[in-house]
């Protein structure tokens, strides 16, 4: 340690707890917060700045933990940010979860002024903070990371040097992404089995001595139970989740890379943890059957927050079940019959009404007040790609379930059979 201090700017859920840490091992801290209700520490080491740029010129090292990237440039680069007065040689530390195109920004416009910039993802939460054995993902030169390293070993036990800056943002994504996946299969998991007649106490221990076992596994708690049942609600958790998610997955766009897991994972968790997984599976359910009721009673009309939605009801085979399954669709008219797109919602899978229609393609549809047999027929090459256009130009959001998926969305064709 030296006896030149520590700069902490965001004082928030994480930044207060490091701070805390830091100034219990004797180290001086220097902290600023844009909130002018942060509390300040009963600890003569403390001394609260009114501005980054008054921490910067304090320290040699700077810890940046606020929220967002826009945050984060401004308390670097904007007015009364950290460039307006650090010395050169001075260490930006960026530990909030942030692109790792904004990381390495700040480094390239901080390099001209003699600055370095790493940037630091966290894991592994609170307690480790508190307990000084925090995992650190960082991205930045080897010297840089190593100007660093004796302020990084009072809160953390284990740095890893994910290489230049930017990367450390990427394998904190990364992580994210591997943990957020496992949590909303986890949360499937416990449904299925308690569906199957697995006391929840034999799911946990068998899988935590199993291959399966998982962080997400070995915390499970009373929060996963509420997200398991009627969810969580809109909380910080779940904000932060979809942020995390959001961040993650954009990544992976400007790299050109589709993750189909990550995706889906993405669309369905924040719903889940907010809602609860069996309340919105059920509530989809409901909602379904819901909208058949009330379209079959009218005729083909729906109210509410559904008018005038322009939809079919089609009714398959189930392929393993032989059930009759009907579905509501939306749909487009041309030519020869009615156009239905299985989407799903941009999911990896297709639909189950398509799989079924494969296998057995004689099914019913009802429109308006008609119901009739029909023929489905899957449609192909330029044929396809015309009919999927039409969709796009109707329905936008339509281009970006394709992007969502590696599979070539089908473009299904119902005429009527007239025998």
Not at 245 to 260: E, I, K, M, N, Q
Not at 318 to 337: A, E, F, N, S
Not at 368 to 388: C, I, S, Y
Request: hydrophobic share 40%; net charge negative.
């Amino acid at each position: 340690m030296t006896n030149r201090p520590i700069g902490v700017i965001g004082l928030g859920e994480m930044g207060r707890v490091i701070a805390a840490r830091i100034l219990s091992l004797g180290q001086p801290v220097v902290g600023h917060d844009s909130s002018p209700t942060a509390e300040d520490f009963d600890s003569p080491l403390f001394t609260r700045a009114g501005r980054p740029a008054d921490v910067a010129v304090a320290c040699d090292v700077v810890l940046v933990i606020v929220h967002t990237d826009a945050e984060v440039r401004d308390v670097v680069v904007g007015q009364g940010g950290i460039l307006d007065s650090a010395c050169k040689g001075t260490t930006v530390v960026v530990h909030s979860t942030v692109d790792p195109a904004t990381c390495t920004a700040l480094a390239d416009r901080l390099k001209a002024h003699g600055l370095v910039v790493v940037d630091a993802g966290m894991s592994r939460g609170r307690g480790s903070m508190r307990d000084g054995v925090l995992t650190l993902f960082a991205g930045g030169t080897a010297d840089a990371i190593e100007s660093a390293r004796w302020a990084f070993d009072l809160y953390s036990n284990n740095v890893v040097h994910a290489g230049p800056v930017g990367a450390g943002m990427a394998l904190k994504l990364g992580n994210n992404l591997l943990l957020h996946a496992n949590r909303l299969a986890m949360l499937e998991v416990a449904h299925l089995c308690e569906s199957g007649g697995v006391a929840r106490e034999a799911l946990l221990s068998g899988v935590r001595s199993s291959t399966g076992s998982s962080w997400v596994l070995e915390h499970w708690g009373e929060a996963d139970e509420r997200a398991l049942s009627d969810g969580l609600g809109t909380t910080p958790f779940v904000q932060r989740t979809s942020r995390e998610l959001a961040l993650a997955l954009g990544f992976a766009d400007r790299l050109g890379l589709h993750l189909p897991a990550a995706t889906s994972t993405g669309r369905h968790l924040p719903a889940v943890l907010a809602e609860g997984l069996v309340s919105q599976l059920a509530a989809s359910h409901e909602e379904r059957n819901q909208v058949i009721k009330e379209y079959r009673a009218n005729g083909g009309r729906l109210g509410g927050r559904r008018e005038g939605w322009e939809l079919l009801l089609l009714t398959t085979v189930g392929v393993r079940t032989g059930l009759h399954r009907t579905t509501p669709l939306g749909y487009l008219r041309d030519g020869q019959g009615l156009l239905v797109f299985a989407s799903n919602g941009g999911s990896s899978r297709s639909p189950d009404w398509y799989q079924n229609l494969v296998a057995k393609p004689q099914v019913t549809v009802e429109l308006g007040d008609r119901t009739f047999k029909a023929v489905a027929e899957e449609l192909e090459g330029e044929e396809r790609e015309q009919a999927f256009a039409r969709q796009v130009a109707l329905k936008p959001e339509f281009a970006q379930y394709q992007r969502d998926t590696s599979r070539l969305i089908p473009v299904i064709r119902l005429t009527e059979d007239a025998r």
